[in-house]
Each structure stands twice: as C-alpha cells, then as structure tokens.
C-alpha cells in the first residue's frame, strides 16, 4: 500500500501563490503516476493535473494550463502542486492520487488511482 499526505493549503487572496506538497509512503516502487484533484462544495471531484514518476511526463486540465505546475522529487517520494496567478473559483479541496498500473501516461481519470490523500484546503478570496 501508499500512504500519502497533503500539506501546504491555505487562505490566499486571489493573485497569489501557493504550492502544495504530497509526500508517498509504503510500497512507493508501485508508483507510475501521481495526480492532483481538487473538490469544491457540491461539485463533483475534477482532475487538476499529473505526472509520471519515472519520465515525469504532465498533464494538465484546462483550468490550470498556465497557472499550475506539477513536479516531483522522487527521492523524495514527493510531488508538489506549485499554483500561481490563484483565482476565487480555484478554492476547494486538493487531494494528492497514486496510480500504480502502468500506462500510457498519467491519466485523467479518479478511477484510475488507487491511493488517495486525505486533502488538504485552499480558500482564495476575492
């Protein structure tokens, strides 16, 4: 199994910056990818972006192209959700994803993960 956790989440004004971290424990040679999600109240849970772990390959949902980007320390069991120019609509619930098939890239999908974060909040006022 992996365990993971969140952290780095917190009220920001929007314009700012925040970077959030998902550090991997347990069985972390089964990793292909990771994945962020993010969940906002009465919203179903939406794909933030990914990467795989080996090649460190991205994937972005369009709400983030250009604002966020997704890196990883794999010594570190470690991936990181740096987040800048935040908007109002960017506030929810962010939850790091391990998937441990292997694939064609990571992907974009929830079901595909097999471990999940227990998330970590990001509030951006207006």
């Known amino acids: 199994q992996v365990q993971l956790v969140e952290s780095g989440g917190g009220l920001m004004q929007a314009g700012g910056s925040l970077r959030l971290s998902c550090a991997a424990s347990?069985?972390?040679?089964?990793?292909?990818?990771m994945g962020w999600f993010r969940q906002a109240p009465g919203k179903e849970r939406e794909f933030v972006c990914a990467?795989?772990?080996?090649?460190?390959?991205?994937r972005y949902a369009d709400s983030g192209k250009g604002r966020f980007t997704i890196s990883r320390d794999a010594a570190k069991n470690t991936a990181y959700l740096q987040m800048n120019s935040l908007k109002p609509e960017d506030t929810a619930t962010y939850y790091c994803a391990v998937d441990t098939d292997y694939r064609l890239g990571a992907p974009v999908y929830a079901l595909a993960y097999d471990y999940w974060g227990q998330g970590t909040q990001v509030t951006v006022s207006s």
């Open positions: 347990g069985r972390t040679v089964s990793i292909y990818a």
């Open positions: 990467i795989t772990w080996s090649g460190g390959t991205t």
